[in-house]
């Protein structure tokens, strides 16, 4: 499935009774790059969730290449090219790396899974451990490289450098670089890292209680301190 443009309107949701996004539009080209960031609790998982279909919508639409995807269930939007990989990563830690990853091939062929190794190598010397044997950057890895197989053409990323050491961030943001660079894929990327995800894509929202309360270039937030330290945390770079 080749990279596919995404359009958000007006979208309010949440859990339940409980409202957390509220009135978010925001749309992203094919192939193109968003990050998301925003403090603890703003609704950037959420964001994601609804994307995937997986919370409550109360208003709004999303749209897929022109297609409104909004009736569909969670199954019918990862048919229809939407790929999440959970915050919560979310591997089968009682299967091997190579079972975990055939999960993901679908209708695939078996030999697909070599795009997986190819693209974290690390994968492929541990493709006979289990789940539960993987550092927390090996497992990030194989969420990654599972969600990937299904070959999504929107990929949404929910703060994958969490809790992981620089050198496994660096591998990972390499692996996000030339995904992205193939142009087969359009990507969303939340991250609290705030010059991974500056670095990582040219256009930026930020979320503060469910809203969009900044959207721009990211070199202009880059240069702006003090949205950065109002809405990020952050008083600047260095
Ligand atoms: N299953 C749920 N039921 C009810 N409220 C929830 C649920 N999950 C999250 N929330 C609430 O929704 C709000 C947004 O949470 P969300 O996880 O989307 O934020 P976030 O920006 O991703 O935060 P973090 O960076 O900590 O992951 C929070 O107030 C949270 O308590």
């Known amino acids: 499935?080749?990279?596919?443009?995404?359009?958000?309107?007006?979208?309010?949701?949440?859990?339940?009774?409980?409202?957390?996004?509220?009135?978010?539009?925001?749309?992203?080209?094919?192939?193109g790059r968003l990050s998301i960031l925003g403090r603890n609790g703003m609704g950037k998982t959420t964001l994601m969730a609804t994307l995937m279909g997986l919370t409550?919508?109360?208003?709004?639409?999303?749209?897929v290449d022109g297609r409104d995807v909004t009736g569909l269930r969670t199954t019918g939007r990862a048919r229809g090219g939407i790929g999440l990989v959970p915050q919560t990563r979310e591997i089968f830690k009682g299967l091997t790396v190579e079972e975990n990853l055939f999960v993901g091939l679908k209708d695939r062929p078996r030999r697909a899974i070599e795009e997986a190794y190819a693209l974290f190598p690390r994968l492929g010397e541990r493709r006979r451990n289990l789940g539960s044997q993987l550092s927390g950057g090996e497992q990030q890895m194989l969420a990654t490289a599972r969600t990937i197989l299904g070959q999504p053409s929107i990929l949404l990323l929910d703060e994958p450098l969490e809790g992981l050491a620089p050198v496994i961030c660096d591998m990972l943001m390499a692996a996000f670089a030339?995904?992205?660079?193939?142009?087969a894929m359009t990507i969303l990327f939340v991250e609290q890292r705030l010059e991974s995800a500056l670095d990582f894509?040219?256009?930026?929202?930020?979320?503060?209680?469910?809203?969009?309360?900044w959207a721009g270039a990211s070199a202009a937030l880059r240069a702006d301190g003090a949205v950065l330290e109002r809405y990020v945390g952050v008083g600047g770079l260095h």
Request: charged share 20%.
């Open 178 to 183: 030339q995904l992205a660079s193939s142009g």
């Open 56 to 63: 409550r919508r109360y208003a709004g639409s999303i749209g």
């Open 201 to 213: 894509a040219e256009e930026v929202i930020i979320l503060e209680r469910g809203r969009i309360v």
């Open 1 to 31: 499935m080749p990279a596919a443009s995404l359009d958000v309107r007006g979208l309010s949701a949440g859990y339940g009774q409980t409202h957390v996004l509220e009135d978010v539009s925001f749309s992203v080209p094919a192939g």
